[in-house]
């Protein structure tokens, strides 16, 4: 099977980066541009998400669920972090007893602290208008992969 990669994001820095750690052999295309303007332009088969849905805002995350729902033919994936007390206080005695600079530290709180808990989940799910037989919420290690397969 034939498989043509695209990976996109919003910061031209991120791009060259993940241009130069790709071997060209690998033929991924990157491109800048934001999420929302996938469209039906190019067929895509599965849209992957990693870390970015805490970035959104909830409406966002809805529309962002449904843009997935729309275009991606044979399914999606979303992995994030869970919003968790614990999590938010390991980080910050994790990252302190490693000596990371108090930006990472904040950075990293602030990450889960934007991020959803599964009824958060399973509500935008519902919003998106998505049966909650048809996407899987799993959960380890406070991270959730969110998916749909069809």
Known sequence: MELNLLGIDLNPETIRIARRATDAAEEIEFRLMNAFQLGSAMPVDFIVSSLVA???SDPEITEFLKLMERVARRGWAIYDLQRS???YHFI???ARLARLHPMIVHDGQI???RSLTRPEWQERIAE???SPADASIRWFFFRFLIGRRR
């Open 85 to 87: 007390r614990f999590l």
């Open 54 to 56: 805490h970035h959104l």
């Open 111 to 113: 990450s889960v602290t």
């Open 92 to 94: 910050g005695l994790a």
């Open 128 to 130: 998106a208008g998505i």
